[in-house]
């Protein structure tokens, strides 16, 4: 009895000393990576402060694995595109943007990130209702005559989505190459429904992106998502912002956050060119195609010069430079000299960008966060509620949208130029999901952007700074201890 107790306490002191071993290498992996400070000690919080649980955490999420092959196919794409891209630029060298020193300065940061250039001459028309957004696509899908490109995180059955498949079908009768592609885990349930199916039978080719499984978990991360909403038609105009195919009166209505607020934008000019080229991509990599034959297929051509807008498509991920889209974002607050204005769903800011807001409120520059009152992730809400806090303290002021779940992603700088798309304010965001986003260095566009953001705060209640100092002890540790995790969301 003796021996098979020490038998017993030996054993027992070998997995506590594995799982120290294990807790101790994860944790100086981590510090190896180099990532940024509040992450880095997020994740060495959680390695050794949950056992077992911690380092499990970190080997599922910790680290951005896109799979052998996914990677394989994106570096086969670096040395095509850039050479494609660089196209854009040589075309247009002669062409004088007439750029303020902020939208210069900006241009030139994004160029070097993420090799875009800008491009002048579209034309945009902001479109700002989930309503008249489907209606707009729709009306492009039946104007089809060579492709119809879409590219959407969640695709929901139901309502106006169901007739954008219908306008697909009717694509397909006219010979019209469509394919779709969708997140496989946001687009679940549409994927193994009757009416993909029906798409698939008539010839629309249909595509999951970012697939995995429990056996591929250890080599991909599988809460990298595909957070783009990007349509191409005939590679003559193209729409992105933030709305999924989703229509909100069939969408998580038990959610208790109210139908979800969108926009989009729809582009016709040289802009529509490099967001062909983002779909074409992100299709390369999800398929066996080859390039040449979707340059071929894929009605990505040079547009004409239509308008006056200067455009630049930003796309953003785990493919491309690390940090890239927040770079951009923060220069942006930090150029503000009267007025930012910023929407979105999820604000779980990292320290750069709530020291760039802060010291913005600082300097007399006038921000505004319009931000949900509810959202669908209580981790996420009470987290965003602890940074609303020291904002608030800075002078920065928040509107609490009460009229649904305020999905639209917007930052408007001083009414001179805007970002507009699919990033939310939050980690996940700016490193783990693909997102597209525009730079749009336009008055005219963005005047009607802010006006649009006005309408949100005119249906919003702004933050009182007493009100929130008397919360109870309960919600402030709630807060603080998500906050603990903000880095990781």
């Known amino acids: 009895m003796l021996e098979d107790l020490l038998h017993l306490h030996w054993a027992t002191y070998l997995l506590i000393f594995a799982h120290l071993a294990i807790q101790s290498l994860l944790a100086f992996r981590v510090v190896m990576r180099r990532r940024p400070v509040g992450e880095t000690l997020a994740w060495v919080l959680i390695v050794f402060g949950f056992p077992v649980a911690g380092p499990l955490a970190y080997l ?59 491009l002048p001459g579209n034309q945009l028309e902001l479109v700002d209702s989930w309503e008249k957004s489907f209606h707009r696509i729709i009306a492009d899908i ?18 106006e989505a169901d007739r954008v498949a219908e306008a ?18 946001g687009s679940r349930k549409f994927l193994g429904s009757a009416l993909a199916e029906k798409l698939r039978t008539a010839g629309v080719e249909l595509q999951a992106a970012m697939t995995g499984g429990l056996l591929r978990l250890p080599f991909v991360r599988f809460d990298i998502r595909m957070h783009r909403k990007i349509v191409v038609i005939d590679g003559r105009v193209a729409y992105t912002g933030s709305l999924n195919l989703v229509d909100p009166r069939h969408f998580k209505k038990d959610a208790g956050v109210g139908q979800w607020v969108d926009a989009m934008v729809r582009i016709e000019g040289p802009a529509v060119e490099p967001l062909a080229i983002t779909f074409l991509a992100d299709w390369y990599v999800e398929t066996s195609a080859e390039l040449t034959e979707l340059r071929q297929s894929g009605d990505a051509r040079p547009q004409p010069k239509l ?62 966060l319009i931000v949900p009152s509810r ?22 002021r928040i509107a609490n949208f009460g ?11 001083d009414g001179q130029f805007s970002l507009f798309g699919t990033v939310n304010l939050d980690p996940r965001s700016f490193r783990v999901n693909f997102e597209i986003s525009l730079a749009v260095y336009d008055d005219s566009f963005t005047s009607q952007l802010r006006t649009l953001q006005q309408r949100y705060i005119d249906q919003s209640e702004l933050m009182d700074p007493v009100a929130w100092e008397t919360r109870s002890a309960g919600t402030r540790i709630a807060e603080n201890l998500a906050r603990l995790a903000g880095p990781l969301l």
């Not at 009229?403 to 700088?413: C, D, E, F, P």
């Open 375 to 396: 959202v669908d992730s209580l981790l996420v809400r009470y987290a965003s509620q602890a940074f609303k806090g020291d904002l608030l303290q800075a002078g920065v």
């Open 142 to 159: 039946d104007a089809a005559q060579s492709t119809c490109h879409l590219e959407f995180y969640i695709w929901h059955l139901g309502g």
């Open 60 to 118: 599922l999420l910790g680290e951005l694995r896109l799979g052998q092959r996914r990677a394989q196919r994106f570096e086969q794409l670096f040395t095509p595109v850039r050479d494609w891209l660089q196209q854009l630029e040589d075309r247009f060298e002669d062409t004088r943007l007439n750029l303020s020193t902020s939208c210069q300065q900006l241009s030139q940061l994004a160029e070097r990130t993420l090799r875009i250039p800008t």
């Open 403 to 413: 009229a649904g779940l305020l999905h639209t992603k917007s930052v408007t700088i």
């Open 307 to 368: 308008a006056e807008a200067a455009v630049q498509v930003l796309p953003s991920g785990p493919a491309f430079a690390s940090g890239a889209i927040e770079q951009i974002l923060v220069m942006a607050i930090y150029a503000a000299r009267e007025e930012v204005v910023l929407t979105t769903p999820y604000f779980v800011p990292n320290e750069s960008l709530l020291m760039s807001l802060a010291t913005a409120a600082g300097r007399g520059v006038k921000v505004i």
């Open 168 to 185: 697909l079908l009717h694509a397909r009768q006219r010979n019209v190459t469509c394919r779709v592609l969708v997140d496989a885990l």
